[in-house]
């Protein structure tokens, strides 16, 4: 019953124009007369007046540290604290609340697994399991990894149209291998990639799964039980929260085996001259004082779009995408990279003949169009591709067609400048 | 920043239509760097004859039109003279030659010919 009313909610499309009151950024008017098209998302999304609120709120009338005070305000602070948790739970339908790490975002959160689950577990020789299409802080963490450890990365390759190489994948496989961790949404090609399957073929082989769900959790709907995701991380600010906290999801086997990842406060149970025990989960995890503030607001940004559907977002994207592929497109000169609309979310980076990707975000921006430009931390990926850069449009719900529009006639006059001749 | 100063007419000319592209057989003097964060690269060969005079100098390199056209300008400004009088072109001298007003993240496609011709003159003679 709850299924089916979750799935006609879903089928309604959202409206852009309505939620767009709640984003007082997007009603900037730059450059003189030029307003916001805030097309780069992939990089961080902007926040709504609740998640701002809300902010204000807390620091106004219930700020304190966090599980010390034996005080009133302290006790607020734990509440909100542990409400925030409780909310990022439900939203990634995890199984229990000690499963949740908040981090400092996706960055730290990988960081915290190569570091603690790897010192452990990885010996030289193993294999990790990456592929061609990662985001720098999904490579590096493991290039650290196999300085300190010997073990191998190996990576899964991406086919012609930017999709995952899936046939590569029971090749790569094998006893040695430790770790499979992959994007769900690739940052620069938009790709959605199929994690069922990669999972299923993982835990076959006896590997663990780490995702980076950096730009999936706040396009798509996460059920981490369903996945069979052994860890899977994300930041705040890329889903309408505040910069400086993300979250890590491990199944609580693996967070119980693994050794704790920063020491200090918080994340000792008790300390002696001669050594400590570590606390209980998810305290272990969090040292020092974590960012409070930011939780909070994290979780009033899971409320907010829980209230739209994550599957409507989606869909609403979907149909942005298609959107800028047939408007680009239709300009001539226009390179996409990654595979055609159906198999991406709201990503859509792409080349322009002649023109530079700096030279392509500069002369949108001075029509007020936010896009990227550049390697977007994926250089492995782009070397693959044989480009330095592109440009990359990036979708929220809150982009409207005519956004799109905009950015297609934009692209347009650029393409004339730059081509006098 | 005004942007349309930033696209105007002396840069997109040295953009298009570039002073001494390619590369200088001969060449006494020669260095290339890139800036890995963009992708620009630029590659400068100088002849730089008994007097300390640079005889010919020519850039090449790929990248966004203001660290191509500034590399144009500066091969353009630099060719004829002595290496002394070029060592003390400053890096806020590079940024008046090129005349548009940037942005910080933009003056390093600007500055990147710049380091490289420094790095060239100071760079052991071929023989």
């Known amino acids: ?421 | 920043m005004n942007e349309d100063e930033l696209y105007q007419d002396h840069i997109l000319d040295h953009f298009e239509d570039p002073f001494h592209r390619g590369r200088l057989a001969g060449a006494t003097h020669a260095h290339e760097d890139d800036n890995p964060l963009c992708g620009d690269s630029v590659h400068i060969d100088l002849a730089i004859d008994d007097q300390g005079r640079i005889a010919e100098a020519w850039f090449d390199g790929d990248g966004c039109c203001i660290s191509q056209a500034a590399a144009s300008m500066l091969v353009q400004r630099v060719e004829g003279r002595h290496v002394d009088e070029v060592r003390g072109f400053s890096a806020d001298d590079m940024l008046a030659l090129f005349r548009a007003r940037l942005t910080p993240n933009r003056q390093k496609c600007c500055l990147l010919c710049w380091k490289v011709l420094q790095a060239a003159i100071y760079s052991p003679r071929r023989p």
């Open chain 1, 1 to 421: 019953m709850t299924a089916s009313k979750t799935a006609t909610k879903a089928l309604r499309p959202l409206d852009p124009e309505a939620l767009r009151a709640d984003f007082p950024i997007l009603a900037s008017v730059l450059h003189g007369n030029m307003p916001l098209a805030y097309l780069d998302n992939a990089a961080t999304t902007q926040r709504p007046r609740q998640v701002i609120q809300r902010l204000v709120d807390v620091y106004e009338k219930q700020y304190a540290n966090v599980h010390r005070g034996i005080h009133w305000l302290s006790d607020q602070s734990t509440d909100l604290y542990e409400e925030a948790r409780e909310k990022v739970r439900a939203f990634i339908n995890a199984h229990q609340r000690e499963e949740i790490i908040f981090t400092h975002g996706t960055t730290e959160g990988i960081n915290l697994v190569a570091r603690t689950w790897g010192d452990a577990h990885v010996k030289a020789g193993d294999e990790i399991l990456l592929s061609e299409m990662e985001h720098h802080s999904n490579i590096v963490p493991w290039q650290q990894l196999a300085a300190r450890t010997g073990c191998l990365l190996r990576y899964i390759p991406i086919t012609g149209e930017g999709l995952l190489d899936l046939e590569a994948l029971p090749g790569l496989l094998g006893p040695r291998t430790r770790l499979v961790a992959v994007t769900a949404l690739s940052n620069v090609l938009g790709t959605i990639n199929p994690l069922e399957e990669i999972v299923r073929q993982a835990h076959a082989a006896g590997a663990v799964v780490l995702i980076d769900a950096a730009q999936s959790a706040p396009h798509l709907p996460t059920d981490v039980q369903a996945l069979g995701a052994d860890f899977l991380a994300f930041s705040g600010h890329k889903l309408l929260g505040p910069s400086g906290v993300g979250v890590l999801y491990g199944r609580r086997e693996l967070l119980d085996s693994m050794p704790p990842f920063l020491g200090g406060g918080s994340m000792i149970r008790r300390v002696k001259l001669d050594g400590f025990e570590p606390a209980d989960l998810p305290a272990k995890f969090e040292a020092g004082t974590p960012p409070i503030v930011p939780a909070i607001g994290l979780g009033t940004a899971l409320d907010y779009l829980s209230r739209i559907g994550m599957q409507a977002i989606h869909e609403h994207e979907r149909l942005l995408t298609e959107r800028a592929h047939e408007v680009l497109s239709a300009l001539g000169g226009v390179h996409f990279l990654g595979p055609s609309p159906e198999h991406k979310g709201g990503i859509v980076s792409f080349t322009v003949e002649g023109i530079h990707a700096h030279d392509v975000a500069q002369l949108l921006d001075r029509e007020g169009i936010a896009i990227r430009a550049g390697h977007h931390c994926a250089m492995p990926l782009h070397k693959r591709l044989g480009i330095t850069a592109s440009a990359r449009a990036s979708f929220y719900f809150y982009n409207t067609p005519s956004e799109i529009d905009h950015l297609g006639a934009a692209l347009s006059r650029a393409q004339r400048l730059m081509r006098r001749k």
